[in-house]
């Protein structure tokens, strides 16, 4: 057999180990490694919902317009018989008022029922009895045989026209805020009053001139 020098052996064997680390070399580079480190997310800013408001209707014109009943023995307004609710339903009402909270922004109305000087010989009143007038002293007529007090609640903005004792028949300057009612409250030659509910709220408390 045919020996190989040894300085050709080591030349191979070296040769060999290069080519083996390289091939090692490769690999590790060519290997894949998972990465480490913090892993950034992005979060949504939170959205956020306003909280909702209480809005309350703005009062109609003022004065307010009393609308005439079209039927012969009807009352004028929204009617006058009770409701089955413990409240009125909106519309324009007619009645005495009881009282005034200014804390509570309530009024009390005693209802009642108003009849202008429609061609009518007898008036229904709110217990469904019949009175026969053959004419109405000073064109109206005014009847209250329900002894319920409605609580009313008022909007922060009420128009309140009490009567100018000065002047039969016209309004001092329109005031607003329920504590304006008071005016009219304590003068008793004015306690008849309309009010306009719009949306569950008093929005405007009117006198009634009575002479």
Known sequence: MRQVPDKLTRRGVAAALIAAGTSLAIVACTSSKPLTGPVTTTTAAPTTTAAPTTTYPLPPP???TIPQATTAGAPDGSGCDPPSSETLHDGIWFGVLKSVDANASTI???????FSAT????????????????ARPNDFHITNNNPTVYLLEVAPQVAVLSLDPSNDGNFNPTTTGVASANAILTDQSQKYVWVQITRGYVTVIQAQFTP
């Open 119 to 134: 061609p009518a010989s007898s008036t229904t009143t709110g217990t469904g009895s019949t009175t026969t007038t053959s």
């Open 108 to 114: 009390g109305l005693d209802l009642a029922c108003y």
């Open 62 to 64: 003022t004065p307010i």
